[in-house]
C-alpha cells in the first residue's frame, strides 16, 4: 500500500510541474520563444540533400541566402520585397492557417 501512495504521490508532483511549465510557457515565453517578430522566413528551397536557398525578410528587406553544412552565405539583398509575403498567406494550407491563428492569438494577450 506504502509503494502505490508513493508512486500515486510521484504521478501527481510530475503532472504538477508539466501543468506548472505550461501555464508559465502560456504567461510568459509563448511569443519570444516561439515567433520573432522582427525575422521570419518567406520561403524556402531545398537544392540538394543538404543545401538550401532560404529568402529571408528582415527590416522591410529581404535577403537571399545560401546555407549549407557549416556555411551561411548572403546572396543577394534585396531593398524591395521579391516575394509578396501578405498574398502567400492566404494561399497557406488550412493547417497552417490554424496554427498562424493560434500563434496570433497568444500575441494579442
Do not use: C, Y
Not at 505550461?22 to 537544392?47: E, I
Amino acid at each position: 500500500m506504502a509503494n502505490v501512495l508513493q508512486v500515486m504521490l510521484g504521478l501527481v508532483v510530475v503532472l504538477g510541474i508539466i501543468f506548472s511549465s505550461a501555464w508559465l510557457l502560456r504567461r510568459f515565453g509563448q511569443g519570444s520563444l516561439l515567433v520573432n517578430q522582427q525575422m521570419k522566413v518567406v520561403s524556402s528551397l531545398s537544392l540538394g540533400t543538404r543545401e538550401r536557398v532560404v529568402m529571408i525578410e528582415v527590416g522591410g528587406q529581404q535577403i537571399l541566402l545560401g546555407v549549407a553544412p557549416g556555411r551561411i552565405s548572403a546572396l543577394h539583398i534585396f531593398t524591395e520585397p521579391a516575394i509578396d509575403t501578405v498574398s502567400s498567406d492566404r494561399h497557406m494550407p488550412a493547417f497552417g492557417q490554424k496554427i498562424r491563428e493560434i500563434m496570433d492569438k497568444g500575441k494579442t494577450k
